[in-house]
């Protein structure tokens, strides 16, 4: 994103990257290493390596299928691909620790199948499907600049919609290399210092007297001269909000139109040509994991989930807290345009998003007991104020130097001609650090993730013939009725699919014996949506043949599965 003033001072700021005043974060793969990476992966037999699209900048875009062996066979005889699910990299381009992750559940997944039964069964039927990085052009800008946050690409664009493109980008004034925050004095501004750490700014209340002090903007001046700051820099379109559901045209980060992004319309593209995808498991700063979606009141139909879906994407997020925690967790982010939104509302898979990482809740180590100091006297806490405000921002502070990270650039007067006269300070959180961990925190985060992975694998529809019925008529006619039970926990598809018509019809067919014709019935039709966990619906034909013939039934669906039956005459 550009560096554009947020709600909050460090907010705008989150950090950690490969610049010369932080440490680089050793271990995350750059684009051709990640290219190389998946590259190995895809030697094992179990693999294929599919390139669906490049970036205005050429960068390749890349998935990776994990399947077994099995052939699924559609309602006429055809191969048919297999149900899926999709696990999506880092849909932010700054949220290098989803793309890792990714990569690294894809590896698990490989090295699991000699001894996990559950992947291997899951495998036999099914596919996975890993895209780690679905806008590398803007991760990519973590490796070479880093100067700010980005999570855009470098398409130019005109975010103030002044009639001009990237013409006022921030300018770093204190000369450390990046760039962070601008705060200026200012007895009418909206911000004072935190009480318990200067560092840290706080909103002022003014309907409790409280007296701000400072103007708070991103780090730079007004090249353009519209007393604005910084409002229109390099780049960019965000991938995160160039989907199509709820787009906000025209607003800084989500492009000219929907999917206007070589990268967005690939990843589109590549989705409805694989309509065997029923589950989307993305990385992204759109958390419904932690924060559920609700039926909200006042929102209007096409915006709010549906019906029996709202109950069981509470279940699965229930479960997904239980496995991957939710300690100091920092709420969710739900960008108009989003993946995730799109990849439910519009693509109508259940779709499925998690944070990646957080800043954990600094807990001091407890003194032993009777530790003293050096006079002998029990060390004294400092005392601190009742302040909620900055919380998140304190903590970050106290978790970074625990861990001995240069996270935080100290408050510096700077020179700047647009405010003679008033003092302005430089500083803030250096760029990425908020969002992504030191890689050697990523393996434990990719454990937790693959235990959820393996959750979500044994929710996914499983159908079956529960019965086939045959009913004498009389004269050879035959009443037959087919019931197809799900003993899965998801439904067929969901409730959303069905009302955008979006829904992979699950189809049913019948092969007769040789001298046999319907009299009523179709040799293929369609089933209704089959709710999970026993669920059923049922087929009939009537049916004219002579005695003691054969009949094969099958049902299918892409995103489903399918299964197969006979009954004699």
């Not at 946050?149 to 005109?158: C, H, K, L, V």
Request: net charge negative; hydrophobic share 35%.
């Amino acid at each position: 994103m550009k560096t554009l003033i947020h709600t909050c001072l460090l907010g705008a700021c989150c950090l950690f990257a490969g610049i010369a005043e932080a440490a680089p974060l050793e271990g995350y793969h750059d684009h051709a290493a990640l290219v190389s990476e998946m590259q190995r992966m895809a030697q094992a037999p179990e693999c294929e390596l599919l390139e669906i699209g490049r970036t205005a900048e050429g960068r390749e875009i890349l998935v990776l299928r994990i399947a077994g062996e099995t052939e699924l066979l559609n309602a006429v005889g055809d191969s048919m691909p297999r149900p899926a699910i999709a696990v999506v990299g880092n849909v932010e381009g700054s949220d290098l620790a989803g793309r890792e992750i990714c990569l690294e559940l894809a590896q698990r997944v490989l090295d699991s199948l000699d001894d996990d039964e559950q992947l291997l069964a899951f495998l036999q039927q099914h596919d996975l499907y890993f895209l780690p990085s679905p806008s590398p052009d803007a991760a990519e800008y973590f490796f070479g600049a880093a100067d700010f946050e980005r999570d855009t690409n470098g398409s130019p664009f005109d975010d103030d919609r002044d009639g001009r493109v990237d013409e006022d980008p921030g300018e770093d004034l204190n000369g450390d290399g990046i760039l962070t925050m601008m705060r200026v004095e200012d007895p009418a501004g909206d911000w004072m210092d935190h009480p318990d750490d200067p560092r840290v700014l706080i909103r002022a209340k003014r309907e409790e007297n409280e007296q701000g002090r400072w103007s708070l903007y991103s780090e730079g001046t007004d090249n353009d001269g519209d007393e604005k700051w910084n409002e229109d820099g390099q780049g960019g379109v965000d991938f995160n909000r160039n989907l199509t559901f709820n787009h906000d045209g025209g607003a800084a980060g989500c492009g000219p139109w929907p999917v206007s992004e070589a990268e967005t319309r690939s990843v589109v593209d590549w989705f409805y040509n694989n309509q065997q995808i029923c589950m989307v498991l993305s990385f992204g700063p759109e958390d419904n994991i932690r924060a559920p979606w609700k039926n909200e009141h006042g929102k209007l139909m096409h915006e709010s989930a549906e019906g029996s879906d709202i109950s069981i994407l509470e279940h699965i997020a229930a479960k997904g807290s239980e496995l991957l925690g939710k300690e100091n967790f920092p709420g969710s982010s739900n960008p108009r345009g989003s993946f995730a939104d799109w990849a439910y509302f519009h693509y109508g898979a259940w779709s499925i998003s998690t944070r990646a990482w957080w800043v954990p809740e600094y807990k001091p180590e407890e003194p032993a007991e009777g530790e003293a100091d050096a006079e002998g006297k029990e060390a004294e806490k400092p005392k601190k104020s009742d302040e909620k405000r900055g919380a998140d921002e304190i903590n970050a502070l106290q978790w970074f130097e625990s861990q001995g990270i240069d996270g935080f650039v100290d408050w510096t007067d700077v020179a700047n001609p647009d405010f003679p006269g008033r003092s302005v300070q430089v500083g803030g959180f250096r760029p990425y650090l908020r969002s992504n961990p030191p890689a050697a925190m990523l393996s434990e985060l990719a454990t937790k993730q693959l235990d959820f992975l393996r959750e979500l694998t044994g929710m996914l529809p499983a159908i079956s013939f529960s019965e086939v019925e045959v009913d004498d008529l009389g004269e050879g006619l035959y009443r037959v009725t087919a019931h197809v039970a799900n003993s899965g926990y998801l439904p067929t598809s969901t409730r959303k699919a069905a009302s955008i018509r979006q829904d992979y019809p699950l189809n049913i067919a019948i092969s007769l014996p040789d001298g046999a014709s319907l009299l009523n019935g179709s040799l293929r039709g369609r089933l209704d949506r089959i709710e999970g966990l026993g669920g059923e619906s049922e087929y009939s034909w009537l049916v004219v043949a002579p005695q003691g013939g054969r009949i094969s039934l099958v049902v299918a669906s892409p995103s489903v599965g399918m299964a197969r039956a006979e009954a004699e005459l």
